[in-house]
């Protein structure tokens, strides 16, 4: 590629490169996010190729629609980023007809070449259907057509892999401008205008940190980007990462820019593998085209990027746990202040955003803070990208306006609960979120509702839970998870979340009393109010959000004795039904525990007392004839 | 005491990331990809070299845990139990493999060397729940059931 000495071979690039993708034919973008890659789309990609080699004067005809008739017959295959709809993968989309192909498997290819791509024609059993609808066309899918993806807008339609697709969309633009048309307070003061907050949890003003490191007598300063995405259930920025590395690279050079930092880390989780090789080829290419390092594009703006992987610490998503771990020390945080903006990495002003923050700069910067503001509520301004996961249709990954409702969100771009099952809760924010029930659907997604409900936005993961699904277990599930990933620095977290997850241990035994209640809330106050970071603060929250919402659940478990979810295993008890059972003995032979007994040919019996509820005999009856009640 | 051509790969790739405390973890991340674990006493090693205190070293090794002490099987299994893989019900595959190799939370590395089966906290795969990774590659929506068969086909593949 060639060197980008100045802002005019920069907008000849993107101009040239526009120009290429218009007059290809045919664009094919198999998706090769985690996800997509899992299901076999490498194989699908390199089976393309070939079909594609093997036909090289293809004559390809798409009907009236092509555009682009006559200009060149070349069809481009790529390795795009996540497309965001990973239930229905492995996807490839086809354009410029928009076309999206669903769960492709690889003997799919040769139809999808001999037929669309030569003849035009559309494979319906590869289209997406709902509701009795057929989709052809992307954008018509009800799951992309009530979203708005400005984070995600490249994801999916570009290849990650190369940097010029990222320049033909207009990509280093932004940089350009403010290199050369404004001066860095100016960019301060116009992301501090933008109201743009913080996408990595607690919503904190990013023009704010900004403006505090810009202001800082210290000169040497760094910009920090936390990839560590590490709150189960989400995974937005992993498919930023993967889909458009550089458009996170680009937030970053801006805010370096801004704050007047050389120096910048992008702290990468490890169990990310495909997100740091894409990263890193991404910063080797700008590196090679001169968009990073000295004088960038003949400006007098120098900056150098380096990439950290992380080693299996939830809590270094923690600011100062992060950059400790980026120093080379444990990952824990330490108490403030002097703040991250103060004394951050290598106690130098460091600007620490994640990377959906990053990935908004460069858009507020082409196109205004007016435009940006003019989208979600005033104080909660941009869009959001969701994980949305769990017992749901439609999972995936998504971005809406903030203000959108959760109905919205899960009924109409998630199409409701698989499997025909009822609503019960949403998990959101992970380990330091809450979880809502049906009541608040009608709650709009953005930082402060949030909160007035007691739960958070927090990197955005959206776990649905149907019916079958326990709360008091799912509180035990976080708590084991926090009280696992507490560093151990402060006592109201280490000790504290132990205490609280034996308590939820006892209650999902069957052992649990209803003083435990009250107990569990005077550790929640506790640690909330006295634990050292922010995690240890949020820690107790999926406690507290199902105790006020679920109570009645919990009351179940400890008085009753039951789980009506049927999850809780000490409380399962499994029936033979006389009607079904045919007394083949199979069950009793499969019972590790000898508690089934009967004759042959007569109904079975299970000793409720000498069984540990392991659930052999119920897979192991031919005749559906063992349950559990209740 | 190692065979000296552990120490000169761990030479090689200290002066690849520069002596730095800074360094420590990326240094004992390559050692660790290139044995399957981090020996302990390339750990000391590294520790003199970059001129920090075993201590030291060894309280950031301890932290994370992605290093382990312990040599690992050739096909490292994880199993997800972030919350989405959890409420689409990950324990009872994990609960498979347990059984399936003979290993339980204590012990997580078969006699034979051939596996370890590890869970982690999300792969960030969540939209193919339940998921499981076998050397990094993905395995979407397990099934106990579907966790036997890919356990029969890794040990048939090494008969």
């Given at each position: 590629m060639r060197k980008i000495e100045n802002r005019t071979i920069l907008n000849e690039i993107q101009a040239e490169t526009k120009q290429k993708i218009d007059q290809t034919r045919m664009r094919i973008l198999i998706c090769a996010g985690t996800g997509c890659l899992a299901g076999g789309s490498g194989e699908i990609y390199e089976r393309m190729c070939e079909l594609v080699k093997e036909n090289p004067n293809v004559e390809v005809k798409f009907g009236?629609?092509?555009?682009?008739?006559?200009?060149?017959n070349h069809i481009d295959i790529k390795k795009s980023g996540c497309h965001g709809f990973c239930e229905m993968g492995p996807l490839m989309r086809i354009e410029p007809q928009g076309i999206l192909y669903t769960?492709?498997?690889?003997?799919d290819c040769d139809a999808i070449f001999h037929?669309?791509?030569?003849?035009?024609?559309?494979i319906r059993h590869l289209m997406y259907k709902q509701d009795g609808m057929e989709y052809p066309k992307q954008e018509e899918i009800p799951f992309y057509k009530k979203q708005t993806r400005?984070?995600?807008?490249?994801c999916g339609h570009?290849?990650?892999?190369?940097?010029e697709e990222y320049i033909a969309t207009g990509g280093y633009q932004a940089l350009a401008k403010v290199l050369f048309e404004q001066k860095p307070e100016d960019v301060v003061n116009e992301i501090m205008e933008s109201n743009l907050r913080g996408?990595?949890?607690?919503?904190?003003t990013t023009g704010y940190k900004w403006q505090q490191v810009a202001r800082?007598?210290?000169?040497t300063r760094y910009i920090v980007c936390n990839?560590?995405?590490?709150?189960?259930?989400?995974?937005m920025d992993r498919s930023v990462m993967e889909g458009d590395p550089h458009k996170m690279i680009e937030g970053m050079m801006i805010a370096a820019y801004a704050v007047g930092a050389q120096e910048g880390y992008i702290y990468v989780r490890a169990e990310y593998p495909l997100a740091i090789s894409r990263l890193k080829l991404a910063i080797a290419q700008a590196e090679e085209a001169g968009?990073?390092?000295?004088?960038?594009?003949?400006?007098d703006f120098s900056f150098k990027l380096h990439i950290n992987r992380g080693a299996?610490?939830?809590?270094?998503?923690?600011g100062s746990a992060l950059t400790a771990s980026i120093e080379g020390n444990r990952g824990m945080p330490r108490v403030k202040p002097p703040r991250t903006v103060e004394q951050?990495?290598?106690?130098k002003p460091t600007v620490l955003n994640n990377v959906e923050t990053f990935a908004n700069v460069p858009m507020i910067i082409l196109n205004g803070t007016d435009w940006y503001k003019s989208?979600?509520?005033?104080?909660?301004?941009g869009t959001k990208a969701f994980a949305l996961t769990g017992s749901v249709k439609n999972t995936g990954l998504i971005e809406v306006p903030m203000g959108t409702t959760l109905r919205e969100v899960i009924?109409?771009?998630?199409?409701?609960?698989?499997?025909g099952g009822n609503f019960k809760a949403v998990q959101i924010g992970g380990p330091s979120g809450g979880c809502l029930m049906e009541t608040n659907?009608?709650?709009?997604?953005?930082f402060d509702s949030l909160k007035k409900m007691?739960?958070?936005?927090?990197s955005g993961g959206l776990v649905v839970m149907d019916d079958h699904t326990c709360m008091v277990e799912v509180a035990r599930f976080f708590m084991n998870f926090t009280q696992n990933e507490s560093?151990?620095?402060?006592v109201p977290c280490r000790e504290g979340t132990k205490r609280m997850l034996e308590i939820l241990e006892r209650i999902v035994e069957g052992?649990?009393?209803?003083?435990d209640l009250d107990l569990l809330e005077e550790l929640a106050t506790m640690i909330t109010e006295t634990a050292l970071c922010g995690l240890g603060k949020s820690a107790a929250l999926p406690v507290m959000s199902t105790l006020k919402n679920f109570r009645n659940e919990y009351v179940e478990h400890i008085v009753?004795?039951?789980c009506a979810a049927h999850v809780c295993q000490a409380m399962r008890r499994y029936v033979i039904s006389p009607e079904r059972?045919?007394?083949?003995?199979k069950c009793a032979r499969n019972c590790p525990a000898g508690a089934i007994s009967g004759q042959i040919r007569e109904v079975f019996k299970i000793d409720n007392d000498k069984?540990?509820?392991?659930g052999a005999c119920e897979s192991a009856c031919a005749f559906d004839a063992i349950h559990v009640e209740g | 005491m190692l065979d000296q051509a552990y120490y000169d790969k761990a030479q090689e790739i200290i002066e690849q990331h520069?002596?730095?405390?800074?360094s420590l973890i990326p240094i004992i991340q390559d050692i660790q990809t290139e044995y399957?674990?981090?020996?302990p006493e390339l750990l000391s090693f590294v520790a003199k070299q970059l001129g920090i205190n075993e201590a030291k070293a060894y309280s950031v090794a301890t932290f994370?845990?992605?290093?382990?002490?312990e040599p690992k099987g050739k096909y490292i299994i994880k199993v997800c139990d972030g919350t989405a893989c959890h409420v689409r019900r990950s324990t009872p595959i994990l609960e498979r493999l347990y059984s399936e190799l003979g290993l339980s939370k204590n012990k997580a590395t078969t006699d034979d060397m051939l596996f370890t089966l590890e869970t982690v906290s999300?792969?960030?795969a969540c939209g193919l729940a339940p998921v499981l990774t076998v050397n990094d590659k993905v395995y979407p929506s397990m099934t106990p059931d579907a966790a036997t068969e890919l356990i029969q086909e890794l040990r048939g593949g090494e008969a």
């Amino acid at each position: 590629m060639r060197k980008i000495e100045n802002r005019t071979i920069l907008n000849e690039i993107q101009a040239e490169t526009k120009q290429k993708i218009d007059q290809t034919r045919m664009r094919i973008l198999i998706c090769a996010g985690t996800g997509c890659l899992a299901g076999g789309s490498g194989e699908i990609y390199e089976r393309m190729c070939e079909l594609v080699k093997e036909n090289p004067n293809v004559e390809v005809k798409f009907g009236a629609e092509i555009a682009h008739e006559g200009v060149e017959n070349h069809i481009d295959i790529k390795k795009s980023g996540c497309h965001g709809f990973c239930e229905m993968g492995p996807l490839m989309r086809i354009e410029p007809q928009g076309i999206l192909y669903t769960k492709v498997k690889l003997e799919d290819c040769d139809a999808i070449f001999h037929r669309t791509i030569e003849k035009g024609e559309l494979i319906r059993h590869l289209m997406y259907k709902q509701d009795g609808m057929e989709y052809p066309k992307q954008e018509e899918i009800p799951f992309y057509k009530k979203q708005t993806r400005l984070v995600l807008k490249n994801c999916g339609h570009i290849d990650a892999e190369h940097m010029e697709e990222y320049i033909a969309t207009g990509g280093y633009q932004a940089l350009a401008k403010v290199l050369f048309e404004q001066k860095p307070e100016d960019v301060v003061n116009e992301i501090m205008e933008s109201n743009l907050r913080g996408r990595g949890g607690g919503g904190f003003t990013t023009g704010y940190k900004w403006q505090q490191v810009a202001r800082q007598k210290e000169t040497t300063r760094y910009i920090v980007c936390n990839g560590d995405e590490g709150d189960p259930g989400a995974f937005m920025d992993r498919s930023v990462m993967e889909g458009d590395p550089h458009k996170m690279i680009e937030g970053m050079m801006i805010a370096a820019y801004a704050v007047g930092a050389q120096e910048g880390y992008i702290y990468v989780r490890a169990e990310y593998p495909l997100a740091i090789s894409r990263l890193k080829l991404a910063i080797a290419q700008a590196e090679e085209a001169g968009l990073l390092g000295e004088h960038i594009m003949g400006s007098d703006f120098s900056f150098k990027l380096h990439i950290n992987r992380g080693a299996g610490a939830f809590v270094c998503g923690e600011g100062s746990a992060l950059t400790a771990s980026i120093e080379g020390n444990r990952g824990m945080p330490r108490v403030k202040p002097p703040r991250t903006v103060e004394q951050g990495l290598f106690a130098k002003p460091t600007v620490l955003n994640n990377v959906e923050t990053f990935a908004n700069v460069p858009m507020i910067i082409l196109n205004g803070t007016d435009w940006y503001k003019s989208i979600g509520p005033e104080k909660s301004p941009g869009t959001k990208a969701f994980a949305l996961t769990g017992s749901v249709k439609n999972t995936g990954l998504i971005e809406v306006p903030m203000g959108t409702t959760l109905r919205e969100v899960i009924f109409d771009i998630g199409g409701g609960i698989k499997d025909g099952g009822n609503f019960k809760a949403v998990q959101i924010g992970g380990p330091s979120g809450g979880c809502l029930m049906e009541t608040n659907l009608e709650i709009s997604l953005d930082f402060d509702s949030l909160k007035k409900m007691g739960a958070m936005i927090g990197s955005g993961g959206l776990v649905v839970m149907d019916d079958h699904t326990c709360m008091v277990e799912v509180a035990r599930f976080f708590m084991n998870f926090t009280q696992n990933e507490s560093c151990g620095k402060c006592v109201p977290c280490r000790e504290g979340t132990k205490r609280m997850l034996e308590i939820l241990e006892r209650i999902v035994e069957g052992k649990g009393e209803l003083g435990d209640l009250d107990l569990l809330e005077e550790l929640a106050t506790m640690i909330t109010e006295t634990a050292l970071c922010g995690l240890g603060k949020s820690a107790a929250l999926p406690v507290m959000s199902t105790l006020k919402n679920f109570r009645n659940e919990y009351v179940e478990h400890i008085v009753d004795k039951k789980c009506a979810a049927h999850v809780c295993q000490a409380m399962r008890r499994y029936v033979i039904s006389p009607e079904r059972c045919k007394g083949c003995s199979k069950c009793a032979r499969n019972c590790p525990a000898g508690a089934i007994s009967g004759q042959i040919r007569e109904v079975f019996k299970i000793d409720n007392d000498k069984c540990i509820k392991c659930g052999a005999c119920e897979s192991a009856c031919a005749f559906d004839a063992i349950h559990v009640e209740g | 005491m190692l065979d000296q051509a552990y120490y000169d790969k761990a030479q090689e790739i200290i002066e690849q990331h520069g002596v730095a405390q800074a360094s420590l973890i990326p240094i004992i991340q390559d050692i660790q990809t290139e044995y399957r674990y981090l020996p302990p006493e390339l750990l000391s090693f590294v520790a003199k070299q970059l001129g920090i205190n075993e201590a030291k070293a060894y309280s950031v090794a301890t932290f994370y845990e992605n290093f382990s002490f312990e040599p690992k099987g050739k096909y490292i299994i994880k199993v997800c139990d972030g919350t989405a893989c959890h409420v689409r019900r990950s324990t009872p595959i994990l609960e498979r493999l347990y059984s399936e190799l003979g290993l339980s939370k204590n012990k997580a590395t078969t006699d034979d060397m051939l596996f370890t089966l590890e869970t982690v906290s999300c792969l960030g795969a969540c939209g193919l729940a339940p998921v499981l990774t076998v050397n990094d590659k993905v395995y979407p929506s397990m099934t106990p059931d579907a966790a036997t068969e890919l356990i029969q086909e890794l040990r048939g593949g090494e008969a």
